[in-house]
């Protein structure tokens, strides 16, 4: 489903590339995006750096704990840490800094023409040389926050928690785009990308190794031996005084 949507929405985002531009203007006021300054944009964005560092620090030291004192606090194994670091590594970090970001060096739009820069703007998925490193394709700040996806199906899976999930990777997205930072095709792709790495590692790592639920079937007890019994409760055994009698007969022949 993940892979079905992400490219549904990638062929969108390739085809309609005013899309971009279209969703950034209205947040740019007279040559700036006056929200990039606003106190919750800048909250928002400085939240991601501590809340990944606390989520990890928080999910190691549970684990650290669960080993000495020998508890099962949160379901936190070894293997759930190193689901969320793989996660973490390989999403936010390898894909969305490093291949996409650094590759496709697309630039942000507050340095691109339409809004008052002097880079070429570059549509989605498409390798530009307008900028050098840090660039707008995709958005680190929206990986980082939607890396909450992953410890959401980790550590619980139920509805809460993925809500809120869901709510605070989408304030810091709406943020980027609101602030200059990023186009809405930076945000789409590292939602995508998250998703799927969390959810296929997940897969991989955590569900294929839970135990299955055994069922205790009820036990089936074998048929004890019934005694012969005679028909309608007349005794089958041999009458012994007819057996009596015809020997009285055989003797006196």
């Known amino acids: 489903l ?6 549904t929405s990638a062929l969108l985002l390739a085809w ?8 950034s203007s209205l947040f740019h006021r007279d040559g700036r995006f006056p929200l990039a300054r ?3 944009a800048m909250a928002l964005h400085e939240s991601v750096g501590y809340f990944v560092c606390l989520a990890v620090a928080t999910v190691v030291a549970v684990y650290v704990f669960n080993r000495v004192s020998g508890r099962n606090v949160g379901k936190v194994t070894g293997m759930t840490v190193s689901y969320l670091l793989l996660v973490l590594a390989l999403g936010a970090g390898l894909i969305v800094n490093v291949i996409l970001k650094d590759g496709f060096g697309r630039a942000r739009p507050r340095n691109v023409i339409e809004f008052g820069g002097s880079q070429q703007f570059s549509p989605a998925f498409q390798i ?13 700040d929206s990986s ?6 992953a410890l959401a199906l980790a550590l619980s899976r139920r509805r809460a928690p993925i809500v809120a999930a869901a709510v605070y990777g989408g304030l810091v997205s709406f943020s980027r785009i609101a602030s200059g930072a990023h186009f809405l095709s930076d945000i789409v792709v ?26 205790a ?10 005694p012969e019994r005679g028909v309608r409760g007349v005794d089958t055994a041999p009458n012994s005084a007819g057996a009596g009698a015809e020997e009285t007969f055989r003797g006196s022949r």
């Open 217 to 226: 079937l009820p036990t089936v007890q074998q048929p004890q031996e019934i």
């Open 38 to 40: 606003s106190w919750w």
């Open 144 to 149: 980082g926050a939607l890396f909450s996806f």
């Open 2 to 7: 993940a892979l079905s949507l992400f490219l």
């Open 128 to 140: 530009s040389a307008a900028c050098d490193s840090n660039c707008s394709f995709a958005s680190g």
């Open 190 to 215: 590292s939602f995508f990308v998250m998703w799927i790495t969390a959810d296929a590692l997940y897969y991989f790592m955590l569900m294929r190794k839970q135990a299955p639920e055994t069922i």
């Open 16 to 23: 309609f590339p005013a899309l971009d531009l279209r969703i």
